[in-house]
């Protein structure tokens, strides 16, 4: 059953390009209040003159506690509410482990997941002081599946994956939602840093998702208020595979798994 988004707020992190500036348009669409944050305000102010419908825009870096409290205490006191939170912001860098600084996973480990706890934690005590709310972390596969020079990248998001299965079972009766979408490989700017010389996207290029899918799916699990949603289906039934046989797998699939 869907829930209808007319006139739900919905503040969305990195929102400047790819798949958070495709899920606001989605959700004006639908007569959501899309509220657009990220450290490129020009970027967002470009956007923003392709929404139509009521938006907001406001310049936020995940990374910094006090622009984050800042932030969603300005978004409240303009809407009174905050309905859905979607931490989206993240990025990745494919570096073999020894060639890979401390300062690699501590930033990365900074905006990926420590970004996800700053939002929600902003977020959450008036969620459940409402009674109602949504949380959506977009995570990725490689929170289940990790893969040969995304060590940093994937500990991020396996971070994101258990704090939001354990917060789910804090929230239980609180009338507060918390769901996890786990992407594969999309073709957007994200892979302009995690894979510069562009030779994982040379090498997966036929299996990697359209942006309009991943936020047409995300959408859905805000309208559905589903748990998770792994994507693409392929994926989804990977994943168990490698997770009921994970010797079989590497024997089977572990050269085809480590591409970059």
């Known amino acids: 059953m869907k829930v209808s988004l007319q006139n739900k707020v919905v503040l969305i992190t990195g929102a400047s390009s790819g798949i958070g500036a495709l899920v606001a348009k989605l959700l004006a669409d639908r007569g959501a209040i899309p509220v657009l944050t990220a450290r490129s305000r020009d970027r967002m102010l470009e956007l923003s003159s392709s929404i139509q419908g009521e938006h907001a825009v ?25 309905d859905v ?12 482990f020894t060639s890979a600084s401390l300062s690699h996973f501590e930033q990365m480990m900074d905006v990926n997941y420590m970004g996800v706890v700053r939002c929600t934690h902003a977020v959450l005590p008036d969620m ?21 020079k995304s060590t940093g990248y994937s500990a991020t ?3 994101v994956l258990g704090l939001t299965n354990a ?22 700017p994200f ?24 936020a047409k799916g995300i959408v859905s699990v805000i309208e559905r208020r589903n748990a998770e949603r792994d994507l693409p289906m392929t994926a989804a039934i990977g994943v168990r595979f490698v997770q009921l046989f994970p010797r ?13």
Do not use: C
């Open 248 to 260: 079989i797998s590497d024997a089977l699939f572990g050269r085809f798994m480590n591409k970059k």
């Open 58 to 82: 406001y310049e936020m870096d995940v990374s910094s506690e006090e622009q984050v409290l800042e932030v969603i205490s300005q978004v409240q006191l303009r809407y009174g509410k905050i």
């Open 167 to 188: 917060l789910r079972q804090e929230l239980r009766g609180t009338g507060v939602m918390i769901s996890a979408v786990n992407p594969g490989p999309i073709d957007t």
């Open 128 to 148: 459940i002081q409402s009674g109602s709310g949504h949380i959506v972390n977009v995570a990725s596969i490689a929170g289940k599946l990790a893969t040969a």
């Open 157 to 159: 998001k396996h971070a």
């Open 191 to 214: 892979f302009h840093r995690a894979d510069p010389e562009g030779t994982y996207v040379h090498n997966i290029r036929w299996y990697m998702m359209s942006p309009d899918k991943v």
């Open 85 to 96: 939170l979607l931490n989206n912001a993240g990025y990745g860098e494919f570096v073999p």
